[in-house]
C-alpha cells in the first residue's frame, strides 16, 4: 500500500488575500475526482513565513510558493509518481 502524503496550505491572511480559497477547494475536488482522498492527508496551517511569496502549500518537506490552479495537477502527478511502490 502507497503511503500517505502529508499536505498543508497556509491559511494565513496574506495567503487568503492571494487565492488560497480557490486552491483549497481546487485542491479537493482535485483528490476527490481522482479518488486520492486516501493517498493526501489534506489540511490548513498557520502561517509558513513566506507571505509575500503565497499560496504556499507544503507537501512532506516541499513548500510550492505562488501556487496557481494551473500548477497543482502537474505537482501533485509528481508528487503521486514519487510515492508508487
Do not use: W
Not at 10 to 33: A, H, P, Q, T, W
Amino acid at each position: 500500500m502507497a503511503r500517505k502524503v502529508e499536505m498543508h496550505i497556509c491559511l494565513g491572511s496574506s495567503c487568503f488575500s492571494r487565492g488560497n480559497k480557490e486552491v483549497v477547494m481546487y485542491i479537493r475536488d482535485y483528490l476527490k475526482k481522482n479518488h486520492l482522498e486516501d493517498r493526501f492527508v489534506f489540511r490548513g496551517a498557520r502561517c509558513m513565513g513566506n507571505c509575500s511569496k503565497g499560496p504556499n502549500l507544503k507537501i512532506d518537506e516541499s513548500i510550492f510558493e505562488g501556487l496557481s490552479l494551473s500548477q497543482i495537477d502537474a505537482i501533485l502527478e509528481e508528487v503521486l509518481a514519487g510515492t508508487k511502490q
